[in-house]
């Protein structure tokens, strides 16, 4: 029932004229789209990398190589399915690992600095008259 209005004559015109200047402008393009890659740190390195350190986050890889958390997660999660690294602490939100030769010498030391323990030694015991 409605409906736009015509427009008047010298609202046609401008209108036409604009059209006839449209297709001589020329339109910018819409923002080129990338597609993702995502390119991988070798394991070599990353293992290099986190054996310097004492322990290794996903937040920690991520940040040095320049990849996603998840990526990072996915490749400590690789690292300690081979056992190069050893998961220490660990819930579905943060996983905390070391590399498996810093875990074994800890223990190595600490069995190296406690004193050899007696043999058992046969306790006397007093009866009283």
Request: glycine fraction near 4%.
């Amino acid at each position: 029932m409605g409906g736009p209005k015509k427009p008047t004559l010298s609202q046609a015109e401008k209108k036409q004229m604009k059209q006839q200047q449209k297709p001589s402008e020329k339109k910018e393009s819409a923002p080129q789209k990338y597609t993702g890659s995502i390119t991988l740190p070798e394991e070599r390195d990353v293992l290099n990398y986190i054996r310097s350190m004492k322990y290794a986050t996903p937040y920690l890889i991520s940040e040095k190589y320049g990849i996603r958390l998840s990526v990072a997660k996915n490749l400590l999660n690789s690292l300690a399915s081979k056992g190069l690294l050893v998961p220490i602490v660990g819930d579905n939100r943060l996983r905390i690992f070391a590399p498996a030769q810093a875990v074994a010498e800890p223990a190595k030391a600490s069995e190296a600095a406690k004193p050899p323990e007696p043999a058992e030694a046969k306790t006397k015991s007093k009866k009283k008259k």
